[in-house]
């Protein structure tokens, strides 16, 4: 399973950016794809995730409103609308895989075996 993560760039308060996933390498009808980010200094945390098949989503509570996550089966790629973008969206943001995560994990960085190269989102005021 290989992850592409591309769409980050440089943008100002109150912008919008889309984030796009490409999966390939496997069948992904049994994942869940999940979107984490990473700030200088500090670990990583979840962003949202998506089952693959049905489309289940789930949020971190900080971000629901701001952020969408959907996937393009027919592209075999996860996008993260991100809107209303705040300088403290600033960080390396990572997609990732797993066929094995359970729901309640889904926020858990561990929890998955495949993760995309990053793609760096720079938030200035």
């Known amino acids: 399973v290989q992850l592409q993560a591309s769409g980050g760039g440089s943008v100002l308060t109150g912008d919008s950016l889309r984030l796009s996933c490409v999966a390939s390498?496997?069948?992904?009808?049994?994942?869940?794809i999940g979107w984490f980010r990473q700030a200088p200094g500090k670990e990583r945390e979840f962003v949202a995730g998506?089952?693959?098949?049905?489309?289940?989503?789930t949020y971190a509570d900080s971000l629901k409103g701001r952020f969408t996550i959907s996937r393009d089966i027919t592209k075999s790629t996860v996008y993260l609308q991100m809107n209303s973008l705040e300088p403290e969206d600033t960080a390396v943001y990572y997609c990732?895989?797993?066929?094995?995560?359970?729901?309640?994990?889904?926020?858990?960085?561990?929890?998955?075996?495949?993760w995309g190269q990053g793609t760096l989102v720079t938030v200035s005021s």
């Open positions: 390498g496997g069948t992904f009808s049994g994942y869940k």
């Open positions: 990732a895989a797993s066929s094995r995560v359970i729901q309640s994990q889904i926020g858990v960085p561990s929890s998955y075996g495949y």
């Open positions: 998506i089952r693959w098949g049905g489309g289940i989503t």
